[in-house]
């Protein structure tokens, strides 16, 4: 019996991009930044950003990158998703990252990134009403993730821990 054929679809740092199942989605690299993955579990299709940053204000820009942060990147998300025929009703999500990379001394929240980070996605997705189905954020590792659309579930690879499913 053979398998169906199905690709991965990658995703840089501060990109994002669309699958659908049999295929799968995954980005690497993933220390203070957020992999953020929405789907419709029923139509088998799922986005998925690799966020940066929380907020696209710190941009000095003009032209920045939308996908970099979480407050531009999401709502793309959700568009694309809507127009490729997901139900707005459906979407749900998960997410993994938002790291501590390095230790610091000083109790600066401009340097806590990961938890920023973190707190900026979730409050984009409370926004639009999608829910957190999983998560696996914070700690000091960095992570890989990959997503399946056809089985909803987020295959996550830490760093000197080892892997799970969510």
């Not at 690709?7 to 957020?34: E, H, M, Q, W, Y």
């Not at 993955?37 to 690799?50: E, L, N, R, S």
């Amino acid at each position: 019996m053979k398998l169906v054929d199905s690709k991965a679809v990658k995703v840089g740092i501060a990109d994002l991009n669309f699958v659908k199942a049999p295929d799968v989605i995954r980005t690497s690299g993933l220390g203070s930044c957020v992999g953020v993955v929405i789907f419709d579990p029923v139509i088998k299709i799922a986005g998925m950003a690799h966020v940066m940053l929380p907020d696209s204000n710190s941009s000095k820009k003009e032209d920045f990158n939308p996908y970099k942060y979480a407050d531009t990147a999401i709502p793309i998300l959700v568009e694309t998703l809507l127009k490729d025929g997901a139900r707005k009703f459906a979407l749900k999500a998960k997410i993994a990252g938002g790291a501590q990379m390095f230790a610091f001394s000083v109790k600066n929240d401009m340097l806590r990134i990961g938890e920023r980070n973190v707190t900026a996605v979730k409050q984009m997705l409370e926004d639009y009403r999608i829910p957190i189905m999983a998560e696996d954020v914070h700690g000091n590792s960095g992570r890989t993730i990959e997503f399946s659309p056809e089985t909803s579930m987020l295959h996550i690879r830490t760093i000197s821990q080892g892997s799970k499913e969510i």
